[in-house]
């Protein structure tokens, strides 16, 4: 499965941006989708996973009701709904692919298998 995030840009603070992560190859609705993002200087950290179908979703704390995730298996698309967002969201943000279990537990990159490229986002305060 090869991965491709897109969606970046700058905003402004309390502004949205949607995210998208298109893959190619083999169909999705295998693999639980999660996002990731970096910051300059830290380590990359989990955001939020969706569930094979679709139906279960898990977020980080910093997340949790701000941002949605989604998908399209039909059209092997993922996404990323960020809302409210904030100067400290920005980051280059990942979206992984992981053909492991239960997709709450999915929260360390070493559960995916496969990852895309960042496509940066930049919230100015």
């Known amino acids: 499965v090869q991965l491709q995030a897109s969606g970046g840009g700058v905003v402004q603070a309390g502004g949205s941006l949607r995210l998208s992560c298109a893959a190619s190859g083999r169909t999705i609705s295998s693999y639980s989708m999660g996002w990731f993002r970096q910051a300059p200087g830290k380590e990359r950290e989990f955001v939020g996973v969706i569930s094979r179908s679709g139906g279960s979703t898990y977020y980080s704390d910093s997340a949790k009701g701000r941002f949605t995730i989604s998908r399209d298996n039909a059209k092997k698309m993922a996404y990323l709904q960020m809302n409210s967002l904030r100067p400290e969201d920005t980051a280059a943000y990942y979206c992984?692919?992981?053909?492991?279990?239960?997709?709450?537990?999915?929260?360390?990159?070493?559960?995916?298998?496969?990852w895309g490229q960042g496509t940066q986002v930049t919230v100015s305060s």
């Open positions: 992984a692919a992981s053909a492991r279990g239960i997709s709450s537990y999915l929260v360390v990159q070493s559960d995916y298998d496969y």
